[in-house]
Each structure stands twice: as C-alpha cells, then as structure tokens.
C-alpha cells in the first residue's frame, strides 16, 4: 500500500498557486502575447517527442538507421519507401487529439490577449485545436504535394496509402509531405513571420521544447522585452533569463492560468 501511495504522488501534479497567480497577472497585462512551443506540447496528446529518453531518436531502432538520418531529404530521395513507412508509423497514424494546453492556448487567442502561436511541431494540433495564427516553422503532415508540379494530393489519400509511397498519378513522380527535413532550409516568409511575431510581443510564453534545435531556437533573440514564461520538464540555456519557470505539465500549467483570468 506504501508503494502504490507513493507511486501515486509521483503522478500527481501539483502548481505553485502563487506562481500561476503570477502568471495570471502578467498576462492580464500583456497585450502582445506569443506563445513558441516545441514537441512537449503535443507529448500530451501522445504524440513522441524527439530527443527524451522515450523519444524517437531513443526508441526507434526498427529501421537500422537513426530517425534524424530517416527524416533528411538525402534519404527521402534514396529511400522513400523506408521514409514514407517510419512516416506513416510514427506522424500520420495516430489518434492523437489536440490536449489541454492546446485548448488553453485557444482561449487566450479568443481573449484577445494572445497574437501568435510559432510551432516547431507539425501535427496541425493547433490549428483542430482552434488556434488561428499559427506559425508553422517546420511544416505540416496535413498537405503532401508533388514537387514538380506543386500539385497537392489530399491528405486521406496519402494516410489510407498505410506506408506506400504515394504518388502523383498524372506524372508518377513521388509525392512529399510539406515538412522541412533535415538538409533542407526553413521557409524564408516563415521566418520572417516569426520574428516579426517575436520582435513585437510583451510577453513571451515558451513552452514544451529544450530550444537545442537551431535555427529555431535563434529567433527568441528577437525578442527585447522583460517578460519571459518558461514552462518545461528540463532546464534550458534561457532559464537565468525567465521571469518565470514552470516545470510541471504544460496542460495543467496554461489550463490553471486561464482559470484565473
């Protein structure tokens, strides 16, 4: 009984009342809020994130190869049936549905309060969420299209394929999924949306990313005001300068705040 007791607490999570308080306040007098997020955000949701000890770079070792070589766009273009089954198994086949930090987020868009939302993630769980302004910095598995002719395939289509290679029918040349492999630049107009975003906010809300994944990580020098929220699991290279630092659920961190607003 002991063990069972102490395994629930474990579970448990339990936010600083006064820190969400905090919180609370800074948001009530924030304008310009932007909240840039990685892949904790969608762990919720149960999709993997990349660099945990349960992550994918960590767990997948079907393919005999690493899923960071896997997800380049060398090996796209040898490998498209290696690519489009780890594909398919790990992004497009899931029930993954958008969670409560998702959700939160969509209230304080609704608000008025909050003016972007900048993603490293491409699940689109922000946009079924709600989320209207959302800044996609490395594409999305909801449009695959022909690189040729830029001819986009639906998205059914591609998903009912289970793993084959899709392909544009008119021409056979191999259809890709809108996502910025590794290889591959971001997209000039995405960045410089997201700076804009950052350079103009109050306040800036971090959440659910270790901020190791460059160039993204570089955009939050962009940002020159005081206020910074920092809600993670692990420490990350821009602790010192948060205002505040969250290390519980991100769900449970954004749902507790909007409560209070």
Known sequence: QILWYNKFIERCIFVDENKILRFAQLIKDSKNIVFFGGAGVSTESGMKDYRSEDGLYNTVKQYKVSPETILSRSFFGQHPDVFYDFYYNYFLNTTAEPNRAHHALVELEKM?????????????????????????LHGTILKHYCPTCKTVMPNDQVKAL?????????????????????EEPLNERVIESAIDAISSADLLIIGGTSLAVYPAANFLRY??????????????QIDSRATLVFRESIGEVLTETVKKL
């Open 112 to 136: 008025g309060k909050l003016k972007a939302v900048i993603t490293q993630n491409v699940d689109g769980l922000h946009q079924r969420a709600g989320s209207e302004n959302v800044i996609e």
């Open 223 to 236: 940002f020159t005001d005081e206020n910074i929220v920092l809600i993670n699991r692990d420490e990350t």
């Open 162 to 182: 289970g793993g084959q290679i899709p392909r544009w029918e008119k021409r056979h040349h191999i259809v890709r999924p809108d996502v910025v492999l590794y």
